[in-house]
């Protein structure tokens, strides 16, 4: 690999024994995916970071990275974590489990992490299109490439960590332009995009079913409409079922620019008609008359979906005794402090910092969800989680 001086000085230990070893690893993993240089990061975003996921050995490469004296040298944010951090006794979580994520969180943090513990670190800050950032959220890498114009690959969380670290990242795949041409023309018929607009069907059920269907790639999205807050609730579905980390939407995003007509031309053309969303619903339909909770933020709550569903929820038709749990992280419920301790007289709970995939629920006496997130969908059927899918309004009441 071609290293710059600067790059040789950082390996040759000036820099220090920790960012040494983390640039001669991340050398080694660039060569092994076939990048012939490295480039610099601006943003680092830290996913795979609930103790949940990772566990002890997790938790034993994170402590020993301090040992060594590791330092992230650009902005770093990280994911959710596997509790809110404030109170997880609440949430019911064991003193066991929490102490190990609190060392987790803390060693990260005493790095330089900022903590966020959000998954819509784009939420937080701004990222100048054309930017090169290292992300390692399917949902944000996919908003940071399809929306914001930035490059970034669907970052593995071990490598966010060495480029943390070194602030460089292997300049292969969706950091290059040529790997971000269209590779498919994609188009809803009709129907769906009719169904979808009367909050029928949740957006995340179609960003779903286009990823089941079109699998890798670079997807290019013609004459679809999308609200912009539900950009993220898209996105992430399509992420959960799909390898896809960046999706051209004709007139959203910034990529379209680049293309010529020739870019278009004899692409593959895939048509997602209602019959097939049906079936992707049908994944996630279980015949649950009750469920031990209603779930939402996956991904995390905007400060817009936050008052709309405060709003909402002071006239929904809900028995209060029906369980309603949101997820978000203190940067974005900072500015509704009050509002949201009115949440508690509706009978809803918040957590900050992690979220109904990242928290063990069963400690929360929770076995069967009902959400508006096909991608919380997913993974909690995986964890052995009864789901049900259903569009937001019908889960709020109204
Ligand atoms: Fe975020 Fe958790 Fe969903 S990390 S995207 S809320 S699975």
């Given at each position: 690999?071609?290293?710059?001086?600067?790059?040789?000085?950082l390996?040759?230990?000036?820099?220090?024994?920790?960012?040494?070893?983390?640039l001669?690893?991340?050398?080694?993993?660039?060569?092994?995916?076939?990048?012939?240089?490295?480039?610099?990061?601006?943003?680092?975003h830290?996913s795979?970071?609930?103790?949940?996921n990772?566990?002890?050995?997790g938790?034993?490469?994170?402590?020993?990275?301090?040992?060594?004296?590791?330092?992230f040298?650009?902005?770093?944010?990280?994911?959710?974590?596997?509790?809110?951090?404030?109170?997880?006794?609440e949430?019911?979580?064991?003193?066991?489990?929490?102490?190990?994520?609190l060392?987790?969180?803390?060693a990260l943090?005493?790095m330089?992490?900022?903590?966020?513990?959000?998954?819509?670190?784009?939420?937080?800050?701004?990222?100048?299109?054309?930017?090169?950032?290292?992300w390692?959220?399917?949902?944000?890498?996919?908003?940071?490439?399809?929306?914001?114009?930035?490059?970034?690959?669907?970052?593995?969380?071990v490598?966010?960590?060495l480029?943390?670290?070194?602030?460089?990242?292997?300049?292969?795949?969706?950091?290059?332009r040529?790997f971000?041409?269209?590779?498919?023309?994609v188009?809803?018929?009709?129907?769906?995009?009719?169904?979808?607009?009367?909050?029928?069907?949740?957006?995340?059920?179609?960003?779903?079913?286009?990823?089941?269907?079109v699998?890798?790639?670079?997807?290019?999205?013609?004459?679809?409409?999308?609200?912009?807050?539900?950009?993220?609730?898209?996105?992430?579905?399509?992420?959960?079922?799909s390898?896809?980390?960046?999706?051209?939407i004709?007139?959203?995003?910034?990529?379209?620019?680049?293309?010529?007509?020739?870019?278009?031309?004899?692409?593959?053309?895939?048509?997602?008609?209602?019959?097939?969303?049906?079936?992707?619903?049908?994944?996630?339909?279980?015949?649950?008359?009750?469920?031990?909770?209603?779930?939402?933020?996956?991904?995390?709550?905007s400060?817009?979906?936050?008052?709309?569903?405060?709003?909402?929820?002071?006239?929904?038709?809900r028995?209060?005794?029906?369980?309603?749990?949101?997820?978000?992280?203190?940067?974005?419920?900072?500015?509704?402090?009050r509002?949201?301790?009115?949440?508690?007289?509706?009978?809803?709970?918040l957590?900050?910092?992690?979220?109904?995939?990242?928290?063990?629920?069963?400690?929360?006496?929770?076995?069967?969800?009902?959400?508006?997130?096909?991608?919380?969908?997913?993974?909690?059927?995986?964890?052995?989680?009864?789901?049900?899918?259903?569009?937001?309004?019908?889960?709020l009441?109204?």
């Amino acid at each position: 690999m071609y290293l710059s001086k600067e790059e040789e000085a950082l390996l040759n230990g000036e820099r220090g024994e920790a960012k040494a070893k983390a640039l001669k690893a991340l050398i080694e993993i660039g060569e092994a995916l076939g990048a012939e240089r490295l480039v610099n990061v601006e943003w680092v975003h830290i996913s795979g970071i609930s103790y949940k996921n990772i566990g002890d050995s997790g938790l034993k490469f994170i402590k020993e990275l301090v040992e060594y004296g590791a330092f992230f040298s650009v902005r770093t944010t990280l994911n959710p974590a596997g509790m809110d951090l404030n109170r997880w006794q609440e949430m019911g979580i064991p003193e066991a489990f929490a102490y190990k994520q609190l060392e987790v969180t803390r060693a990260l943090i005493s790095m330089g992490a900022e903590p966020t513990f959000s998954c819509v670190p784009y939420l937080l800050g701004s990222v100048k299109e054309g930017s090169q950032v290292a992300w390692g959220e399917s949902n944000a890498v996919l908003y940071a490439n399809s929306v914001l114009g930035a490059l970034t690959n669907r970052e593995a969380s071990v490598l966010t960590l060495l480029e943390a670290i070194t602030g460089k990242a292997p300049l292969i795949g969706l950091r290059l332009r040529e790997f971000r041409k269209p590779t498919v023309l994609v188009e809803f018929d009709s129907r769906v995009l009719r169904e979808v607009s009367k909050g029928n069907y949740p957006y995340s059920l179609l960003g779903y079913c286009l990823g089941k269907v079109v699998e890798r790639g670079v997807p290019y999205l013609r004459g679809f409409k999308i609200p912009k807050r539900e950009l993220k609730n898209f996105l992430a579905g399509l992420g959960a079922s799909s390898s896809i980390g960046l999706i051209i939407i004709e007139g959203l995003s910034p990529d379209a620019k680049y293309l010529g007509s020739e870019d278009l031309r004899g692409l593959d053309k895939v048509s997602l008609s209602s019959g097939e969303v049906e079936e992707c619903k049908e994944e996630f339909y279980n015949a649950l008359s009750e469920v031990d909770a209603v779930v939402l933020g996956c991904p995390h709550l905007s400060e817009e979906e936050l008052r709309e569903i405060l709003e909402v929820l002071k006239y929904a038709k809900r028995r209060p005794s029906d369980r309603l749990i949101l997820f978000t992280s203190k940067p974005i419920g900072r500015n509704l402090k009050r509002k949201l301790e009115s949440l508690r007289g509706v009978g809803a709970e918040l957590y900050f910092d992690t979220c109904m995939v990242v928290c063990p629920l069963r400690y929360m006496n929770i076995r069967s969800v009902a959400t508006d997130s096909a991608k919380a969908a997913y993974y909690l059927s995986s964890q052995g989680v009864k789901v049900l899918l259903l569009p937001r309004r019908r889960l709020l009441g109204i």
